[in-house]
């Protein structure tokens, strides 16, 4: 199904990539793949009603489950351009299969992320999980792979205790409550619109092809179509995807740009640049004169990165490097 140039496609992911994702085909797959633990069930592990989700989640059988996610995974991966990203969202009893097929194929550990959310599944027993993980991974190429760096925070911004803002959007531990909606239609366990565009963001740009291959609630899809890339998709489920199209009716292309935070100051106008040896001992030159002002450690780097242009840790690098 065609809405506004972005496809829908009702059927198996595995079968529907072979007919419809040529090779390359894709810059970025944000996905989130079946449970694998009886997920149909999953609700009676909360304290929450099923009243208002979607009938319909197909679950993978245990014994299925590994041949299954080889098979999807190889597809990603072909389908998946030179240097494009893919982040997988899995809970952690079928981790290892999923790790297992990623190995398998030519794809690349960028980043293991940790997500953790509120409200976890209750035990009396042992600990209570709230977390998932977001395997990112590449395929390498020629080129570089799409990473907007300082995209939701400028790189001199800081917190009220002096921390960089962006430093702590990119460390790989991301706190991000999930989206309840009571009394309203919602699939299974759909992800945080707050966790897909932050991936979004990063990983992709204007225009280009963002995949889901378990489109379920499709969140990704309004995502995706809100921050202005196009969409690709499939879900197997035919009562979720017809809730799903009904979903996209009056999704904006581009209508979640104007929401988006705009980090503040300039980038470093020196940022990703190779140092001179001149401009080394420059660095050094500076430094030991702050030090010997007064200046802790951290306030003298903090006055030279707009001196020198470069980023704390950059410098910092250098410093340590030379011995200071």
């Given at each position: 199904?065609?809405?506004?140039?972005?496809?829908?496609?009702?059927?198996?992911?595995?079968?529907?990539?072979?007919?419809?994702?040529?090779?390359?085909?894709?810059?970025?797959?944000?996905?989130?793949?079946?449970?694998?633990?009886?997920?149909?069930?999953?609700?009676?592990?909360?304290?929450?009603?099923?009243?208002f989700v979607v009938d319909g989640y197909v679950e993978v059988p245990a014994e299925e489950y590994g041949e299954f996610?080889?098979?999807?995974?190889?597809?990603?991966?072909?389908?998946?351009?030179?240097?494009?990203?893919?982040?997988?969202?899995?809970?952690?009893?079928?981790?290892?299969?999923?790790?297992?097929?990623?190995?398998?194929?030519?794809?690349?550990?960028?980043?293991?992320?940790?997500?953790?959310?509120?409200?976890?599944?209750?035990?009396?027993?042992?600990?209570?999980?709230?977390?998932?993980?977001?395997?990112?991974?590449?395929?390498?190429?020629?080129?570089?792979?799409t990473f907007n760096a300082n995209v939701r925070f400028g790189p001199q911004e800081r917190d009220g205790e002096g921390?960089?803002?962006?430093?702590?959007?990119?460390?790989?531990?991301?706190?991000?409550?999930?989206?309840?909606?009571?009394?309203?239609?919602?699939?299974?366990?759909?992800?945080?619109?707050?966790?897909?565009?932050?991936?979004?963001?990063?990983?992709?740009?204007?225009?280009?092809?963002?995949?889901?291959?378990?489109?379920?609630?499709?969140?990704?899809?309004?995502?995706?179509?809100?921050l202005d890339r196009r969409f690709v998709g499939f879900e197997v489920s035919e009562a979720i995807f017809a809730e799903?199209?009904?979903?996209?009716?009056?999704?904006?292309?581009?209508?979640?740009?104007?929401?988006?935070?705009?980090?503040?100051?300039?980038?470093?106008?020196?940022?990703?640049?190779?140092?001179?040896?001149?401009?080394?001992?420059?660095?050094?030159?500076?430094?030991?004169?702050?030090?010997?002002?007064?200046?802790?450690?951290?306030?003298?780097?903090?006055?030279?990165?707009?001196?020198?242009?470069?980023?704390?840790?950059?410098?910092?690098?250098?410093?340590?490097?030379?011995?200071?």
């Amino acid at each position: 199904m065609d809405i506004g140039g972005n496809l829908f496609h009702h059927g198996d992911c595995v079968e529907g990539a072979r007919r419809h994702l040529p090779d390359g085909s894709v810059d970025l797959i944000v996905t989130d793949p079946p449970y694998g633990i009886r997920g149909d069930k999953l609700h009676k592990h909360y304290n929450r009603s099923e009243d208002f989700v979607v009938d319909g989640y197909v679950e993978v059988p245990a014994e299925e489950y590994g041949e299954f996610t080889h098979a999807w995974v190889a597809e990603a991966a072909r389908a998946l351009r030179p240097n494009g990203s893919i982040y997988i969202v899995s809970g952690y009893t079928n981790l290892y299969h999923i790790l297992d097929a990623l190995r398998a194929t030519d794809l690349r550990e960028v980043n293991h992320i940790v997500w953790r959310y509120n409200f976890g599944v209750h035990t009396r027993r042992k600990y209570i999980s709230s977390h998932y993980h977001i395997l990112y991974y590449e395929r390498p190429g020629p080129g570089s792979r799409t990473f907007n760096a300082n995209v939701r925070f400028g790189p001199q911004e800081r917190d009220g205790e002096g921390g960089s803002l962006d430093y702590q959007d990119r460390e790989d531990v991301w706190v991000i409550n999930r989206e309840y909606k009571p009394g309203r239609r919602k699939n299974k366990n759909e992800l945080p619109t707050r966790l897909l565009v932050k991936m979004v963001q990063y990983s992709s740009k204007v225009g280009d092809v963002v995949c889901d291959l378990f489109m379920g609630g499709f969140s990704t899809a309004r995502v995706a179509v809100g921050l202005d890339r196009r969409f690709v998709g499939f879900e197997v489920s035919e009562a979720i995807f017809a809730e799903g199209v009904r979903r996209m009716e009056g999704v904006e292309p581009g209508h979640l740009l104007e929401e988006l935070r705009v980090p503040e100051g300039d980038r470093l106008f020196n940022q990703g640049k190779s140092w001179t040896d001149e401009e080394v001992q420059r660095l050094l030159e500076r430094y030991d004169g702050l030090r010997a002002q007064g200046r802790t450690k951290a306030s003298a780097i903090q006055e030279l990165t707009g001196e020198f242009g470069r980023g704390r840790f950059a410098i910092a690098n250098v410093l340590r490097d030379h011995g200071h």
